[in-house]
């Protein structure tokens, strides 16, 4: 589920099917721009999303906190 | 197990094998989690203390089993339980318990090796607990349950029969057995405990006492080793087995444990087919019941061993059947449990008379 | 646009195994950075314990040896006896190393067997079902003290990180915790020590870090890092115990 | 009498619970029973199943390589115990969460029970669980709804028994779904 | 005359086995009055560990059970378990605790389990002829440590009544000798602390005992005790570690 | 073994398994101390470094036996030694040794048991040697020496096999062998050393490797038993035996190590007295020689198995002979080691034709 | 080898049987008044003996170091 | 060729260094030969012995229980080994610690030998354990005191080749006592 990378400060990539939903991202970001969806993957759990990618600047904590290496971050 | 008008319990193995000690007045255990028989410490956890008792986890498997020894050398009735890899680490502690003759009970809900292997299902322990997997002349008494109500009686028993023989005793099950339920009934454990005249417990008014395994003078030693030989062929007298349409049988099965309940569904569907099967259950693995395989045997029958292994009882059955009796072997080593009609397709192989047989 | 977050290589490309919000996975990620870092991943032997962890042989993109439960020092003791020149390391629990192999760190610590030693306490047996473990809190319920840890009975939690500062041949110790970004800077840089006491010769490397496990706490992943920050923290309290490096640098 | 059962999906959905009533239900009811959960480092990373085996004769194996019926609450649990279910047999198949198309079985019947949203219903959507049994209930006739109601008595602890209505609504919308088709 | 000075009531009266000049007699006798002083001898459980000190129950007029090499603090724990009503005492070699039977100590001493542990550190395996223990000094020749040990490779020898201190649920931990009689009296009072430690339900008494073994010192009693005052005390001081009923006290 | 113009040694069994070690390329060493077998321990402490490898005294004999692991996963040689109590406590790290196929020697100098026992000599070890004394399915391979030259010599084939077959060897002696002194030709040892493609050594320009036992997924564990059950049955063309005068034999004796050595007396002495006595001496114990044993059997033969035991070796040697032989059995557990003219008495007693057989 | 208890200010005695000759006693004593006698015992060892009785006076550090409680003091 | 002998006494009166010195004396002049010394725990509370069997055939049993010779160093290694050894064989007894009178044997020779005094003779009193090697070397013939003497050239280290010389001398005087009686 990648942003378009034009005009975004940052890029953050998850590589959903990795994602288990712990919601330690949302809790990590600092600018509280992640949040859980509804969206289930196959492994049955709901998965993390970006919520406003033009805010993201990209500080990659939530990458650092993640449990399950789900996320990339570009810059 | 004749019914009664108590309420029928739906148990673990495990939560039996647990219960079936606390019953038989058992009062301290000492363990070291492993799967599959976590909820034997974990029922201890529960309600040890309220029996009046104590559970203490132990750091380790080493420490388990050298803990039973020692409040079991108190003449409490005492036990440890654990899996494979952590029963092998108490062999030393139990040539130590069976020298120093300390009776005690080790439950050992064994899973697949070796190594790390697996937790599945697995017989491949039966070497280990028959012939004496630690150093030196000794023998545990190994009971076999194959259902939930044997957890839990053959746990008392186990309990009897270690202080009757003054000798560690062992439950051998698996990973099957400590994790299914079934239904239980929970009869009262009826028995007497007999007097612990040797136990150390001070010596106020008494000569001191002492429990040990160390003979280092001349002969002393060589002494001891048969005195504990006649105490274990003694032991012939509490074969347990249990015969399932042996008498006009033409082929006999032998297996202990999950595959011998198994096998009753097998047996069943032999006979609906015509086929003349029996099955010869071992309920002690030692003292092995040589008499009742030999008296089946002879040179017109066909046996044939079942375990989850790849050949280990068969040796015993081989040692104790008539000469000309032919012994086939059918191995499955843990990672897969087979169903009954695949059973039966191994039966017709060799079952006599039939095409295809060896 | 340049990556600034990426998994490292030393880390194979597949999903851990771990349960939701499990820290486990954190250190992983840290061991592998580590390894990168120091270009070690063809030289690494890696010695799995058995724990939830002990699929680390799916995980790191290096050799890996298996041993049995609580006896990882030991095994790579001997594997470092024998290959002097490669970076060996062991990644354990707290059941496995502060429970059944308390005497295999000991040793080897005191020994100053050159070993750099990751040590996760969850304050539980993990993959058993979260029985009490020697780090489980006073009070603290597991499926083998359901009525929380007795003190009288099976005594206070064990302080791992300071009992081994205390012997000769550990050459780093310390605690860290990755609940909070701040805990996990400080955590890479204490991983990095601790390969570095290796890779100098000094002795032994040790790492204590303090990880949830909300499976067997029954805990949000959220709740447990509160519970890690609130609880665990103050007794276990973060920080460099030991580090011979320093203490040469400064006599420098 | 003979029946035998493999209840699977994620750890979470309470396929272990169900199982446990459903044996004991068949206790109460004077069968025998052996139920078998799966345990230990498999019980990582979210997935759960259990077998039931009720019967009038002793049972064998606890552990069925090829069952009567399968309960598939998600799709891995689909794809590992659908093929496995006897031709004969039944498979109950979680429709919340699994897409009908999905379903490529040949043999076995397939019963689509939407779980979930019948769970709503009933009160609680996370009882979804309960309406399957209900549903396998009905669909076989193995065990009576009372007998599964008396079983939730009297294994759940007391502090619980406040659940217990809710647990019975989601338990007969399951069975009304099998007997209304909606 | 009176009688001022003779056998405790507590030991048989027969010969030692020990070596001549083997502290291992003392430290016996001095076990034995503590037994006496403190009325014990019918309430007592001894637990004999596997060394030059095995045949314990030839020499204490007291129940004893023999417990496999390194698990007499084990052994010890569950007889105490069973029979919290009487005193239990292990006598522990350096091999037997220090080495295999760290875990066993440790995790005891971790417990608080109520036991008096009596720790005699001679530097060497003395029963089985003498090899490396964890306690040899360093350089020290032994039969394993042929050209002294190297503690690049060995490590440097371990001090365990500092090291069980750290424990939460070691109530007294203390060094002494017996190597003359100054000594010889402070380890009578630490003897005596070990067991009240014990008798008042406060954790593991500990008491650590230098001790010579001039068999496989190859040394002389006399050098032997020389040795134990120039070489040992230096490297392992004497003193107490831990002592939470004199804290009491002070906090009363 | 044949002679040589090499200076002969005086030197014990334990050294002789030490200076044959080193000399097969051992070159890491951990053990800890025990009676009998310290000689051991003590000749690699000092002689270790100086060919190039490195000796550690392990804090433990599980300490030792997990070094082992580690060591030998790196594709090196290594060992360690003990005597029965300290085996005992090896039998978890042996049963992932053999579970993960790590090569590697044990040597266990077997002493008294059961427990603390004495340091007798004693075969009492030879059940968990070759059933396996760990859990799970799998063998070690056991070499059982009567000499010193043969401590010498099969301590390097052990090596040799254990590479072979990616499997841990044991060497089983006793105190007679460890302690007594003989003389030895130290003959060179000249076998290849095979490659070891499976080593753990850093994954530098080739995939990474592993070495475990766990086995989870479905199905996979039970190929690996079978896979190694193959393996332990391709061992039997290793079987090594010495036969004495067994052609003509009328009564064949079956003994190993120095039980062995002391029966070879007794057959000249048998034979000087003119009965046709002759003995099969296993050297290989796992892989057992049942094939030379099930060739001298028949109905007509009287077997005498005889150990320094109460009954162990009896049960293989009674799997392989021909149906209707008659085998007999003499222990001596340990603590005394009968003399050669005592041992022919015992012969005479069940001699065929003789009077007072049974 | 006890010495005539009248007009000494202490009694020692030595259970010479167990006496191993070590000289411990011999280095404790204050007053030097212990030696080592050319005596064997039946287990070999030549065994210790008070020199001087009359210069005793029972401080007992002799007992009190013997490794084999060989000594009794009376005072 | 076949002689036996057990060679016993405290721990250090060096009985365990002559039985090596024998057997390799032995292994010099082409004989087989096994010593088998005692070991472990049996060595604490200073008594030692070894057993030497030197044959031209495979020697059986390195371990003796009725020795055709025995050597006896103190009195409790006369009372242990000395009714041990077989009637037709021979007793060397230690005269210099053990009375004349205490020897009761019926059935061995017995020789006394004043091990003490003929090594002072030799010149060092500590090497009665030579003077008895010289003695049963002489008495039975086994091996020569040259095989002796090279023995201990091949086993001593180097180091201690200085003292070879007072060895022999204590040999000699040993040999001597036995061919003349003094
Ligand atoms: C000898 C032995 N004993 C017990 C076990 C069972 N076991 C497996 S993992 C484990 C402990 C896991 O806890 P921890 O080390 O804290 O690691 P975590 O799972 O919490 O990461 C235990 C007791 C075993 N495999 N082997
Ligand atoms: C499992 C096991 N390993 C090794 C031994 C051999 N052993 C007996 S005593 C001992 C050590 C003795 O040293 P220490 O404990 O220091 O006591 P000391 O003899 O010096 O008093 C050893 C290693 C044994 N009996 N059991
Ligand atoms: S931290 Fe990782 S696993 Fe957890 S919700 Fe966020 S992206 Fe998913
Ligand atoms: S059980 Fe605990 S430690 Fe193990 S993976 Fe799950 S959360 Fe992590
Ligand atoms: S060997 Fe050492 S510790 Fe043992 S009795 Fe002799 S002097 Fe004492
Ligand atoms: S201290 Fe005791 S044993 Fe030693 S010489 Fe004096 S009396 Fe004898």
Known sequence: ?75 | ?358 | MQQVFKRPESLKDVPFHFCAGCHHGVIHRLVGEALDEFKLREDTIGVASVGCSVFLYDYFDVDVLESPHGRASAVASGVKRARPDNFVFTYQGDGDLAAIGTAEIIHAANRGDQLTVIFVNNTVFGMTGGQMAPTTMAGQKTTTSPYGRDTSLAGHPIRMAELLAQLEGTAYSARVAVDTPKNLMQAKKAMKRAFEAQLQHEGLGFVEVLSSCPTNWKMTPEAANKRLAEEMIPFFPLGTYKDRLAEKTERQ | ?182
């Open chain 1, 1 to 75: 589920m990648s942003v378009p990378a034009e005009k975004l400060k940052a890029k953050l990539v998850f590589t959903e099917e990795r994602c288990k939903g712990c919601g330690i991202c949302v809790h990590a970001c600092p600018r509280k721009l992640i949040a859980i969806s509804d969206r289930l993957n196959n492994q049955g759990y709901p998965v993390a999303e970006l919520t406003a990618p033009e805010k993201c600047n990209g500080c990659a904590i939530c990458a650092e906190m993640c449990p399950d290496v789900v996320i990339e971050v570009w810059k």
């Open chain 4, 1 to 182: 009498m003979y029946f035998d059962v493999i209840i699977s999906g994620f750890g979470g959905q309470g396929v272990l619970f169900i199982g446990n009533l459903l044996a004991y239900a068949a206790i109460i009811e004077g069968h025998k029973v052996t139920y078998m959960p799966v345990y230990g480092v498999e019980m990582r990373g979210g997935t759960a199943n259990c077998t039931v085996v009720i019967s009038d004769d002793d049972i064998g194996s606890p552990i069925i390589n090829s069952p009567n019926c399968s309960v598939v609450m998600n799709k891995p649990s689909l794809v590992k115990f659908g093929p496995l279910t006897r031709k004969d047999g039944l498979v109950i198949v979680n429709s919340s969460l699994i897409e009908a198309e999905d379903v490529k079985l040949n043999g076995p019947e397939v019963f689509l029970l939407p779980t979930i949203e019948l769970a709503k219903e009933a009160g609680n959507d996370r009882l979804a669980n309960m309406v399957v049994l209900g549903a396998l209930a009905e669909k076989t006739g193995v065990v009576t709804l009372d007998s599964i109601s008396q079983a939730m008595k009297e294994t759940l602890p007391e502090r619980s028994h406040k659940m217990i209505p809710v647990n019975i609504r989601a338990l007969e919308r399951g069975a009304e779904f099998v007997r209304n088709g909606k």
């Open chain 2, 1 to 358: 197990m004749a019914k009664s008008k108590r309420k029928m319990l739906l148990v673990k193995g495990n939560e039996a094998v647990a219960m079936g000690a606390i019953e038989a007045g058992c009062r301290y255990y000492f363990g070291y989690p492993i799967t599959p028989q976590n909820d034997i410490p974990e029922y201890m956890s529960a309600h040890m203390a309220e029996a009046g008792g104590s559970f203490l986890q132990a750091e380790s498997e080493i420490a388990s089993i050298n803990m039973l020894l020692g409040a079991a050398a108190t003449g409490a009735r005492a036990m440890t339980s654990s899996s494979s890899p952590g029963i092998s680490l108490m062999q030393e502690g139990l040539s130590y318990m069976a020298g120093s003759q300390i009776p005690g009970l080790v439950v050992n809900m064994s899973r697949s090796g070796p190594g790390l292997g697996g937790i599945h299902p697995s017989q491949g322990d039966y070497f280990q607990a028959t012939k004496g997997g630690g150093h030196g002349d000794y023998r545990l008494i190994v009971l076999a349950p194959d259902s939930i109500q044997e957890c839990y009686e053959l746990t008392m028993l186990a309990f009897d029969l270690a202080d009757k023989y003054r000798n560690p005793a062992m439950l051998l099950g698996d990973a099957i057995l400590g994790n299914m339920k079934e239904s239980l009934d929970p009869v009262p454990y009826k028995r007497k405990v007999p007097a612990k005249t040797w136990a150390l417990t001070g010596a106020k008014g008494r000569p001191t006492q002492l429990l040990k395994s160390l003979y280092l003078s001349d002969g002393e030693l060589t002494k001891h080793c048969w005195r504990l030989d006649k105490k274990y062929k003694s032991m012939d007298k509490e074969v347990r087995v249990q015969e399932v349409a042996v008498e006009d049988a033409k082929m006999v099965l032998v297996a202990f444990g999950s595959m011998a309940r198994v096998l009753k569904t097998t047996v069943a569907m032999a006979r609906e087919e015509g086929m003349k099967v029996g099955l010869i259950r071992p309920i002690t693995l030692f003292p092995f019941p040589s008499e009742a395989i030999n008296k089946a045997s002879g040179p017109k029958k066909r046996f044939m061993v079942m375990e989850l292994n790849t050949g280990q009882m068969v040796e015993d059955v081989k040692l104790a059947v008539k000469p000309n009796t032919d012994v086939h072997f059918f191995g499955v080593p843990p990672g897969y449990i087979p169903a009954p009609d695949e059973l039966l397709k191994e039966i017709k192989k060799v079952y006599p008379g039939k095409q295809g047989q060896k």
